[in-house]
């Protein structure tokens, strides 16, 4: 089956309504919790925060039905200012379960702008408390944003994550080249990368501004379709003025985070881009064919939490072929949190 049709599930998964998460919901990793449910990670920008140059924590809540969720309190991970790929922001994590007992998150780290980003990872025995790791588990000179972890079929992990070519750019919606790109591992620690890109951005209009995730589902039975859900910003109209976006300016990080932070970083989320979700199929997991828009909000100047953006998915399996996808959405006026939506069950 294809996870070509999606219903939109009403109302926010996760909503800013606290110092924590007050100002950006976004980039949102589902696991399911050991006594039953989920829980839910996410990237939070807000005033309160572990000190003043600090970009963004992740937070978590728990449902038990993968609808209706509750805060957790305090911060799962936070950046590391000891650590200069780590100092500044923590985001897009991936959370993947380590024997019986154990789960390891893989997120984006970010430093200053004039540092690419890189994958870290964190430990944890009980999905709560987690101790980053030493070292980095993926870097390259460019950027590396949105990890996506699975385990395949024969115990190897598997990463997908998005190379951007322009290292000096701290926000992926204004690189205008990226490619998805996988590194696999027998221990979870070790990578080594795969040959060749899986997707590469620039193929058309709708990801003109480039990839910003992508995650990977193997075939459910010997001889299917491995699928690809992937996320993709789409440029401006020709002639737009894009603001530098505060993360870029060095004054922002000397001066610590503010609200005008969180506004800058907005004003160019709603400078006439727009992100959508996207299908890709392959028959071998290595070469892919792109597919239709999966959700896709109606636009500048309409309602809906995704009118404008819906990117950085997640999937949580639900049995039977069905999964649920939940999303960072952004509406016009420029309010980002988590939504969901459902696949419609189909055969092939």
Same mark, same amino acid.
């Given at each position: 089956?294809?996870?070509? +049709? !999606?219903?939109? #599930? $009403? @109302?926010? %998964?996760?909503?800013?309504?606290?110092? &924590?998460?007050?100002?950006? *919901?976004?980039?949102?990793?589902?696991?399911?919790?050991?006594?039953?449910?989920?829980?839910?990670?996410?990237?939070?920008?807000?005033?309160?925060?572990?000190?003043?140059?600090?970009?963004?924590?992740?937070?978590?809540?728990?449902?038990?039905?993968?609808?209706?969720?509750?805060?957790?309190?305090?911060?799962?991970?936070?950046?590391?200012?000891?650590?200069?790929?780590?100092?500044?922001?923590?985001?897009?994590?991936?959370?993947?379960?380590?024997?019986?007992?154990?789960?390891?998150?893989?997120?984006?780290?970010?430093?200053?702008?004039?540092?690419?980003?890189?994958?870290?990872?964190?430990?944890?025995?009980?999905?709560? +408390? !987690?101790?980053? #790791? $030493? @070292?980095? %588990?993926?870097?390259?000179?460019?950027? &590396?944003?949105?990890?996506? *972890?699975?385990?395949?079929?024969?115990?190897?992990?598997?990463?997908?994550?998005?190379?951007?070519?322009?290292?000096?750019?701290?926000?992926?919606?204004?690189?205008?080249?990226?490619?998805?790109?996988?590194?696999?591992?027998?221990?979870?620690?070790?990578?080594?990368?795969?040959?060749?890109?899986?997707?590469?951005?620039?193929?058309?209009?709708?990801?003109?501004?480039?990839?910003?995730?992508?995650?990977?589902?193997?075939?459910?039975?010997?001889?299917?379709?491995?699928?690809?859900?992937?996320?993709?910003?789409?440029?401006?109209?020709?002639?737009?003025?894009?603001?530098?976006?505060?993360?870029?300016?060095?004054?922002?990080?000397?001066?610590?985070?503010?609200?005008?932070?969180?506004?800058?970083?907005?004003?160019?989320?709603?400078?006439?881009?727009?992100?959508?979700?996207?299908?890709?199929?392959?028959?071998?997991?290595?070469?892919?064919?792109?597919?239709?828009?999966?959700?896709?909000?109606?636009?500048?100047?309409?309602?809906?939490?995704?009118?404008?953006?819906?990117?950085?998915?997640?999937?949580?399996?639900?049995?039977?072929?069905?999964?649920?996808?939940?999303?960072?959405?952004?509406?016009?006026?420029?309010?980002?949190?988590?939504?969901?939506?459902?696949?419609?069950?189909?055969?092939?």
């Amino acid at each position: 089956m294809l996870f070509e +049709h !999606w219903l939109r #599930e $009403p @109302g926010p %998964r996760i909503t800013g309504s606290r110092g &924590l998460d007050l100002w950006k *919901v976004q980039a949102p990793g589902i696991v399911r919790r050991p006594e039953g449910g989920w829980r839910l990670f996410y990237t939070a920008v807000g005033p309160e925060r572990p000190f003043d140059a600090c970009q963004g924590v992740l937070l978590s809540a728990v449902s038990e039905d993968g609808l209706d969720f509750t805060l957790e309190p305090g911060i799962r991970v936070a950046p590391q200012p000891h650590r200069s790929e780590l100092a500044l922001r923590v985001l897009a994590p991936t959370i993947l379960p380590v024997g019986e007992k154990h789960w390891r998150m893989y997120f984006e780290g970010r430093g200053t702008a004039d540092r690419p980003t890189v994958i870290a990872s964190a430990l944890s025995d009980d999905q709560l +408390h !987690w101790t980053v #790791e $030493p @070292g980095v %588990r993926l870097r390259c000179r460019d950027d &590396l944003h949105g990890p996506r *972890v699975l385990r395949e079929p024969d115990g190897t992990v598997r990463i997908e994550c998005v190379r951007a070519t322009q290292v000096n750019c701290a926000d992926i919606a204004s690189t205008s080249v990226s490619s998805v790109v996988t590194a696999i591992s027998q221990d979870g620690l070790q990578f080594d990368w795969l040959a060749g890109e899986r997707l590469r951005s620039g193929s058309g209009p709708l990801d003109s501004a480039g990839i910003t995730a992508a995650e990977v589902c193997p075939p459910a039975n010997p001889g299917g379709a491995w699928q690809m859900v992937y996320s993709a910003w789409q440029q401006p109209p020709a002639g737009t003025v894009i603001p530098v976006h505060p993360s870029q300016d060095p004054r922002a990080v000397e001066n610590g985070l503010s609200a005008d932070f969180a506004r800058a970083s907005i004003a160019v989320d709603l400078a006439g881009y727009r992100s959508r979700i996207l299908l890709a199929t392959s028959a071998d997991g290595r070469t892919w064919r792109r597919g239709p828009v999966l959700v896709e909000g109606p636009g500048y100047g309409c309602d809906g939490m995704d009118a404008i953006h819906a990117e950085d998915m997640t999937l949580a399996e639900l049995g039977n072929g069905r999964f649920r996808m939940y999303y960072a959405a952004c509406d016009r006026h420029g309010r980002w949190q988590i939504a969901s939506a459902i696949n419609q069950r189909l055969e092939l």
